[in-house]
């Protein structure tokens, strides 16, 4: 399953330069060298528009001025509706993660994290969207 992150094409959006910097090294470090990055939302939907059927993974922060998280996910779910996505978040409310789940979130991981739980949940995110392509 190594060469399956090692595979991975990642978007990660994100304002904050730092976390996308550690998001990046966090990646490299589990053999994932593909990765793009937007610093929110609009630029994130600007590179799906021409890249959707190019990225295997979204990784995307909450709070992001002018569109959040939650937002862009929903625009994006009405353009494509099966690329995983990954929110990162500091909100730990069972509402929160509700919001999240509705607006069809495939994981959800909160800040902060370590390495190995990134890729534990990386792996536990392309486990479902395989089984889930197998099923249809």
């Not at 090294?25 to 990765?35: A, D, K, R, S, V």
């Not at 569109?67 to 929160?96: H, I, K, N």
Request: aromatic share 6%.
């Amino acid at each position: 399953m190594g060469e399956l992150l090692s595979g991975l094409k990642v978007l990660i959006v994100e304002d904050q330069q730092d976390a996308r910097s550690m998001l990046r090294h966090m990646l490299g470090e589990l053999g994932i060298n593909q990765i793009f990055e937007a610093h929110d939302g609009r630029e994130g939907l600007r590179f799906m528009d021409s890249a959707f059927d190019f990225v295997d993974m979204v990784i995307c922060d909450w709070n992001m001025p002018s569109m959040t998280g939650v937002e862009f996910l929903r625009q994006l779910r009405t353009a494509d509706g099966s690329v995983p996505f990954l929110m990162v978040t500091g909100r730990a409310d069972m509402d929160s993660v509700v919001e999240a789940k509705s607006a069809g979130v495939t994981g959800y991981i909160r800040k902060p994290f370590s390495h190995r739980e990134l890729e534990a949940k990386l792996r536990i995110i392309l486990a479902r969207a395989a089984n889930e392509e197998a099923n249809s």
